[in-house]
């Protein structure tokens, strides 16, 4: 895929890579900005819900960025194009709600990532895939290896990787 079939074909998925290398270049310029909007368990709790959102856009680190935003390309034009703008963007954001919120509720100190949104499109895909592809559970497992292995890695918030994942399986039976 071209940067103009980037561009013209996929607004949301375009935007959300825009947006996270814009962000994560200005956290590497001022090193309090990720404070501000990382998605903290205290923070929340004292009213600052946009948290919920915003600790989506940031990143740990150049690995963190690019493999979520390598994902989202290879993954999110497909999935734009099928579902459309409005459908993909409530499907993406809503994961990183859900994925933040389920480190709210299970006290994740801090997150940060886009990867709940990111979770949340894979599930919905392999939902696809189950239903209509006759694909199993088990290959889609075998061939996710490597997902699986990073839930395990010491600093990785799986909770917000599950809170995505459920909510990608709930919205592929609403969709």
């Given amino acids: 895929m071209n940067l103009m079939n980037l561009v013209s074909g996929c607004p949301v998925?375009?935007?959300?890579?825009?947006?996270?290398?814009?962000?994560?270049?200005?956290?590497?310029?001022?090193p309090s900005f990720t404070g501000k909007y990382l998605c903290n368990t205290y923070m929340i709790q004292q009213g600052q819900y946009y948290r919920l959102l915003t600790g989506g856009f940031l990143h740990g680190g150049p690995w963190h960025i690019m493999m979520n935003l390598y994902s989202l390309y290879n993954l999110g034009p497909w999935m734009e194009r099928m579902l459309g703008p409005a459908k993909f963007l409530l499907?993406?954001?809503g994961g990183v709600l859900a994925g933040n919120l389920f480190c709210y509720l299970f006290k994740v100190r801090s997150s940060l990532g886009l990867s709940g949104g990111l979770y949340a499109v894979m599930f919905f895909y392999f939902m696809l895939l189950t239903s209509y592809a006759s694909v199993s559970w088990a290959s889609i497992l075998q061939n996710n290896i490597a997902n699986i292995i990073i839930n395990f890695m010491p600093g990785v918030a799986w909770q917000a990787h599950l809170g995505g994942a459920l909510f990608g399986i709930l919205v592929s039976f609403l969709f």
């Fill in 13 to 30: 998925t375009f935007a959300t890579i825009l947006i996270c290398a814009v962000v994560y270049f200005r956290q590497n310029s001022d």
């Fill in 91 to 93: 499907l993406l954001y």
